[in-house]
Each structure stands twice: as C-alpha cells, then as structure tokens.
C-alpha cells in the first residue's frame, strides 16, 4: 500500500493501524536522522570504574526509533575489563533489533568492544551493523560514545553522537 493515514479516528472495533514504523517515520521528520535529543541529562556518560559507564537521563533517536534512560534515573552498563600493556577502543551504542512475527522488538544501550592492539593507533573500534531502519533493515547500531581502555584503566570518554532537535538546530 503506497498512501496510509496515520491520525485518524478509528472506531474501537476496527484493528490497530499505528505501528512503530509510523511513529519511527514522524520522528525521523522532527529529529533528522539519528542522535542524542534535548531531553532531561542528554545521556551524560560518565566513569564509575574501569568495568562500568552510566549514562544519565536523556533520550536517543536512532533512525527515528527511540530508546531512553528515565528521567530522574540513570543506568550502568559494563565495560569489558581490559588486559595490561594493550589498548582497546570501544562504543557506547544504541542498539535496536527488529523482531518480527511473534516477536518483539529491541531497543538498548550497550558496550560494544573493539580489537586491542599493543600501541593506542594499532587499537580498532568494533565494526557495527548499520542497516536502513526506514528501508526494513533489521539491525541498527548507532555509536553514543568511545571509549579508551589503556591497560585495564578505562582512560577516556568521548561523546561522537550528535545532538539532534530543535534546540540545537
């Protein structure tokens, strides 16, 4: 079907005809592609030890689809432990999986890891599926942040998601 009409009233009987493609499409519009939104802490990352990351409260668009931390909380991700005299560069992600049939969709942040190396330029960043949400793609992974293991000390944080909506515009 070419044309659908997303807002308009249906009668209680009639099935559900708003998806999360509907609403992926109508934030793509407001946000213009993927990033941090304007919304509470702006997903401040932050260290709390060599294994673990918080993000704040914030939200994230990725290809129109949303994943949040709530306002007034946080979360905490893990952090590989690192290995001495190695380097290792990492990604916080926003992380969306199409489901399909009887099975949901997901939506997360997590820590993907890169390749460690013996000097810092030797160290790769972890490659990421980054499939077309709006073409039916089935995976998204939209980087956040870096990070830098340096031995087992988590060395850096690094913001590399841009800041979307109108507010930065």
Do not use: W
Not at 72 to 85: D, K, P
Not at 137 to 155: K, V, W
């Amino acid at each position: 079907m070419g044309q659908k009409a997303i807002t308009i009233y249906t009668p209680t009987t009639a099935s559900p005809h708003i998806n999360a493609e509907d609403d992926a499409q109508i934030h793509r519009a407001y946000f213009g592609g993927s990033g941090i939104t304007e919304a509470d802490s702006l997903l401040a990352c932050t260290k709390i030890s060599d294994t673990s990351v918080r993000l704040a409260s914030g939200l994230f668009c990725n290809q129109g689809y949303m994943v949040s931390v709530s306002g007034g909380t946080t979360s905490t991700l893990a952090v590989g432990a690192g290995s001495a005299n190695t380097y290792r560069k990492d990604y916080v992600v926003a992380d969306f999986t199409r489901g399909g049939g009887a099975t949901a969709d997901t939506h997360v942040f997590v820590v993907v890891a890169g390749t460690p190396a013996a000097t810092e330029v030797g160290a790769s960043l972890p490659a990421l599926t980054q499939d077309e949400l709006g073409a039916g793609g089935a995976r998204r992974q939209e980087p956040l942040f870096s990070i830098l293991m340096n031995g087992t000390s988590l060395s850096t944080i690094t913001r590399i998601a841009e800041y979307v909506g109108s507010y930065y515009a």
